[in-house]
């Protein structure tokens, strides 16, 4: 959970600095207020397309924009899992490594 707390904490600071409110953002990308409060505080988890939806409504320049810059996944290391979506095993696996890597650039 210490990433999700990170990437929301990344998340109500572009927001505050692009003077926006959670009302606005959340509207901007389908969510409503509350979801984004508790993405802000790493109460609940993103989906992949949204961490996209917002990079765009925070006029980020990437997504990387988002996270952090530095993460260790704590313990064992546990296989990223996607439910309710169409990705291939070959798909599947880049996200898998998209984001472990993405915590040691």
């Keep these: 959970m210490e990433l999700y707390r990170a990437l929301g904490q990344n998340v109500a600071r572009l927001r505050k600095v692009r003077e926006l409110t959670q ?3 959340a509207a901007e990308i389908g969510l409503t207020r509350a979801s984004l409060a508790n993405i802000e505080t790493g ?5 992949l397309h949204h961490v996209f939806m917002l990079a765009n409504a925070l006029d980020c320049a990437s997504v990387l924009d988002l996270i952090p810059t530095s993460f260790a996944f704590a313990g064992e290391e ?3 899992t996607v439910n309710g979506s169409t990705l291939s095993e070959q798909q599947h696996a880049q996200v898998d490594r998209f984001f472990r890597t993405a ?3």
């Design 78 to 80: 546990q296989p990223v």
């Design 43 to 47: 109460r609940q988890k993103v989906l």
């Design 103 to 105: 915590g040691t650039r």
């Design 23 to 25: 009302a606005e953002v």
